[in-house]
């Protein structure tokens, strides 16, 4: 499984922007698909998830209310809908899969700005 993220940007505080993730090989073996984020100076850390069968959410307190998760899976794709930027949300962005055997598979990022 590939994973190429998309979508980053810089914006200012309370603009919205919107993250893809398209899988591709394999994808019929992923079990999970996730967001995570590393801030400037901060370790990584999960900012959503979605399982690929029943659709079940998860988001990190940071981000509920503001940030929604969604996945294609016709298309393979993952998105994150982001508003209500915070210069707090400037990180690079990951997307996340997890095969059914374990295995993680990881994108390159993408890089989101957020200016005061």
């Known amino acids: 499984v590939q994973l190429v993220e998309s979508g980053g940007g810089l914006v200012q505080a309370g603009d919205s922007l919107r993250l893809s993730c398209a899988a591709s090989?394999?994808?019929?073996?992923?079990?999970?698909m996730s967001w995570y984020r590393r801030a400037p100076g901060k370790q990584r850390e999960l900012v959503a998830s979605i399982t690929t069968g029943d659709g079940r959410t998860n988001y990190a307190s940071s981000v509920k209310g503001r940030f929604t998760i969604s996945r294609d899976n016709v298309k393979n794709m993952m998105y994150l809908q982001m508003n209500s930027l915070k210069p707090e949300d400037t990180a690079v962005y990951y997307c996340n899969a997890v095969s059914q055997d374990g295995i993680r598979i990881w994108g390159k990022g993408t890089l989101v700005t957020v200016s005061s």
């Open positions: 090989g394999s994808t019929f073996s992923i079990n999970i």
